[in-house]
């Protein structure tokens, strides 16, 4: 029976011949033209300046330890919990001073006499910075349609995602945060927006208002 | 002080924190100089009132204290509450009954089961129905397994506001333990809604008794790993032995009742003084304190969380065959498939889902052993789908009382631990 | 909780005690005894109810209602317990919204304290003695009080398709 053997990984010997070859070339300047550019491509990444600060900030998240009430418990356990563990989106780092961080987690519901408090703590974080509002209740009141409660945080702040649930699972936020980094890459998805061509008034991106036009 | 002002608004705001004051101490004269005037004291012996304010990491849950420091020692604190105050009880005055206790378990958040407890029974004794003994063991076991999440999380806080982070990870990996159980049996890690006037939601799926037995297996190697982490840790021990003290007659006289009061050595625990929900049909020991510390009130709860076990595994070895919520059609939805068969299951289940179950007028108290102490709920009915007025008695609003006699004369280093001790819900606090 | 005749002896001794017109009435529904004062003499009969020879030395709560319809409005409840008996007993006190004073219990029992801020902060009653009268849950400098029954609820009505024309958003 006839057996050939051929390496899985390709020839490493003869490739890593060849790489010393092409190496000492380099080193003596000799490598040109086409040799050059592939020898290039191979070893540098290409990318505009925002994209690659916009994928050094998704990667590390410094969340507000801010917690306000049960959605609290549920960030904590991501925070905390072996099981949904934040620190493999590199959010792991919280601080608790807001000059230092760049994520605030609204995790709870938002009373009326709380609301200025966050509002200062919102002002004094540095830009960039983002909001989640976690839950129902920091998102629009929740079930608390009541004097003590804000309807919804982003009657006085700006809020990036909001995460339904009551309280949202840790998988939920984690999602959440996922959307965020999509949203800081400049790639925000925008779903049942974009499956449905449905935008509000004020938030039509350009493409779609030109679309439009183009209709017309 | 009887004859007030009448308006307490109109009092300027600085007067009326009576214990901020600016005043210099009396300096002792160091030893070998002349007398030292008054001129010559330095300013930092004057008593400086810091904010400790509502978003702080050690202060779990948005607790607003004015600390009133003398160099490092807190001479007095006085804790202002009220962010986190979500008008609850007035919610409820317009939600049916059923619906109430979603609204309820929000409160005290960490311990969501008793929340709906408390109300349940309200509820039951106002309509004098009788809970089946099913329904009552189901809800023993979820209660326990409630006030062990409630124990593990509240020390994995306290620990890592003193600095013992790994107790932080252990801790909440065990609590997802439970609520794996808990989203077995109901659907939902917290805030379950599994407690329902007159029993339980439904009956627990075919597997969960299993997994209870399992977890039951684990966690008393859990409890005695943390206890190895923490129990003979110096620092840990340094820095919860002797500190936080209150005497037995001071908690008593403030009211507070729950781990805090059983660590000062009172035995009173309203599972075996007034038993409530079948707890007479289990045997379990109350752990108390002796010295009434920090480090007493971390013990306490940890043979806490070891007796529910307890009780959980009596109850499972003991759980009853039969119904797992009231036969009351009034007050009870049918089962399903009575409603293709039978006219009364029907209409039954058309009021009770669209106006719900009327209560007769009448008002009524009744409190239960929350993992934080006494919890009580006083409901006023007034004969209509909708309670006229439901109350919480929560245990950590009357428990925040007896902070600033814990902390007087104490390092902040103790005052922190002595928050972390006294494990306030602000949920609850605040309602 | 003491039965119906334990009540009628507690309502006897607090009349010997503190004076006739101490006790408006006494009931006892569900198994749960109420003992009913007049406004005025609350600090006195519970400083007896404190002293008995059977003590009612705890409290565990001080909390109000409004009985809306029915006048005088606002009910402010004490839930006393005592621990060696394993009993609770309740004083309630009825007082209506045009002068809402009642003397305070904090000299009595220390716990009372953000109890009764409670009760003021939410109901309005102003407790006379009260060494620190100020809202506890709201904010301090915040008008009407909330779990009145004719405060209103608050909140923003849920809009749908066919009333949100109604509602001005935020950015008009």
Known sequence: MEVTRTPVNGDQKRDLRVRQLRAQQMLRDETAGKDLEDYVQERLLFTTLETAQNWARKNCLFPLGFGLACCAIEMITVIGSPRNDLARFGAEAIRFTPRQADLLILSGRVSIKMAPIIRRLYDQMLEPKWVIAMGACSSTAGMFSNYAVVQGAD?????????????????????????????????????????????????????????????? | MTDGPRDPLSVPYRERERSVTMERLDAEPVSGTAAVTEGDLDLHEELFTINIGPHHPATHGVLRLLTTLEGEVVRDVK?????????????????????????????????????????????????????????????????????????LFGLATGALDMGAITMLWWGCRDRDLVL????????????????????????IP????????????????????????????????????????????????LGVTGPLLRASGHPWDL?????????????????????????????????????????????????????????????????RHELATSMEALIHHFKLVTEGFRVPP??????????????GCFVLADGSAKPARVHIRDPSFANLQALPDMARDSLIADFIACVAMLDPILGGVDR | MPDATGLELIAQAVRAGVGDEAVIGTSYYREQATLEVPPARVHDVI????????????????????????????????????????????????????????????????????????VFDMFGVYFDGHPDMRRLLMPEDYEGYPQRRDFPLGGEPVMFTFNEHKFPRWYD
């Not at chain 1, 965020?180 to 927006?193: A, E, F, N, S």
């Not at chain 2, 977890?215 to 129990?231: G, N, S, T």
């Not at chain 2, 008002?363 to 929350?370: K, L, P």
């Open chain 2, 206 to 253: 075919p597997g969960w008794e299993a997994k209870v037995r399992e977890f039951l297996e684990i966690m008393p190697k859990r409890l005695d790993q943390y206890l190895a982490l923490l129990d003979r840790n110096e620092i840990w021990l340094r820095r919860l032995k002797h500190t936080g003290i209150v005497s037995q007659e001071r908690l008593l006289d």
């Open chain 1, 155 to 216: 009657k006085f702040l700006p809020i990036d995602i909001y995460v339904p649930g009551c309280p949202p699972r840790p998988e939920a936020l984690i999602y959440g945060i996922m959307k965020l980094q999509d949203k800081i890459m400049g790639t925000p998805d925008m779903g049942w927006r974009e499956r449905y061509n449905a935008y509000g008034t004020e938030e039509k991106p350009e493409t779609a208002i030109a679309a439009e036009g183009e209709l017309a």
């Open chain 2, 271 to 335: 599972r075996t003084a007034m038993p409530y929900s079948s707890y007479a049909d289990f045997d379990f020991n109350v752990p108390i304190g002796s010295v009434g510390d920090n480090y007493d009130r971390f013990r306490v709860r940890i043979e806490e969380m070891r007796e529910s076990l307890k009780i959980v595994e009596q109850a499972l070895d003991g759980l009853p065959e039969g119904p797992y919520i009231t036969d009351d059609r009034k007050v009870a939805l049918p089962p």
């Open chain 2, 362 to 375: 009448g008002e009524t108290y009744v409190a239960i052993e929350s993992p934080r102490g006494e919890l």
């Open chain 3, 47 to 118: 400083a007896l109810l404190r002293e008995a020879e059977e003590p009612w030395d705890r409290l565990m709560s001080v909390h109000g209602c409004d009985y809306l319809p029915e006048e005088p409005r606002l009910g402010i409840h004490y839930e006393l317990l005592s621990m060696e008996r394993a009993d609770r007993l309740r004083v309630k006190t009825r007082i209506g919204v045009e002068d809402p004073h009642v003397p305070t219990v904090v000299d009595l029992f220390a716990g009372a304290d953000f109890h009764e801020r409670e």
């Open chain 2, 79 to 151: 804790p202002i509450i009220g962010y986190v105050h979500t008008g609850i009880e007035k919610s409820c005055e317009d939600q049916q009954y059923w619906k109430v206790i979603t609204f309820v378990e929000r409160m005290d958040y960490l311990a969501y089961y008793s929340n709906a407890h408390v109300f349940c029974m309200a509820v039951e004794k106002l309509l004098e129905i009788d809970v089946p003994p099913r329904a009552e063991y189901l809800r023993v076991i979820h209660s326990e397994l409630g006030r062990i999440a409630s124990h």
């Open chain 2, 180 to 203: 794996d159980l808990f989203e077995m049996s109901s659907g939902q890690r917290m805030h379950t809604r599994y407690f329902q006037v007159g029993g339980v939601f439904e009956d």
